[in-house]
């Protein structure tokens, strides 16, 4: 399938790059924001999606820069290929504080190195030639040190892997009772508790959102889907809310 313009207006562009992810690797998202001749890639992926990953932006691009690369955390489905992605463009790289020194482990040349930025905890804003994305905390879910982009221009907010699901063929979700059981086995393992979604759906209610488009899956467009969602999110024990009353048991 082609790439999908999620928005697009005079000078500002989100696209939805074609899941390159085959085989055994988990599905997964790219996201490119074009706004007045710049360009971010968010969560670029693996070594193995790499080079297609890598083409299809630059045809995206037309005559835009990469001039930036986001990394919501740590996982090898985002970082992994970072290296490659430094070393082939001159784009800066955003990577939650918490990861910069483990990032490298990924293999992360010396003369790049120091293009690797870091996101305070607090998060940050980032002006792309008048665009002000804004970086903001979604630590623990499921990351301890992890952040989400919010694109004011599009009203975007693309969650990482907070709404992701699994097992899907479609790319919008239309019947969110019906999608839940595409999605609520993956919360319940991999975000850490209720109280971490409670915080951020607290902080999140103050932006105004069209649109969420996680990692992983389908989006949810709408203001309605979106309330739908974070409602979902608010009530949801997950996590360490889950642990056994009588704790684990040794294996045998």
Known sequence: MPSIKLFETVGHQNILLEDFGRGMAVQANQHLIVHNGEA???????????SKVLSETFAQLGKARLTNLFFSHQDPDIVAAANGWLMTTDATGWAPSLWIRFIPHFGLDNLVADRLKPIPDS?????????????IPAHFLHSPGNCQVYDPV???????????????????????D????????FHTRYMTSNSAMRAWVQMVRQLDIAMIAPQHGALFRGKPMVERFMAWCENLKCGVDLLPKGGWQLPG
């Open 123 to 135: 998060g940050m804003v980032l002006d792309m030639a008048g665009c002000k994305l804004m970086f």
């Open 40 to 50: 971010i890639l968010l969560d670029p992926g693996g070594h193995k999606v790499y």
């Open 154 to 176: 599009s009203k975007i907010l693309y969650s990482g892997d907070l709404g992701a699901s699994l097992g899907i063929d479609y790319q919008e979700v239309k019947d969110f």
């Open 178 to 185: 019906a999608h839940l059981k595409f999605m609520t086995g």
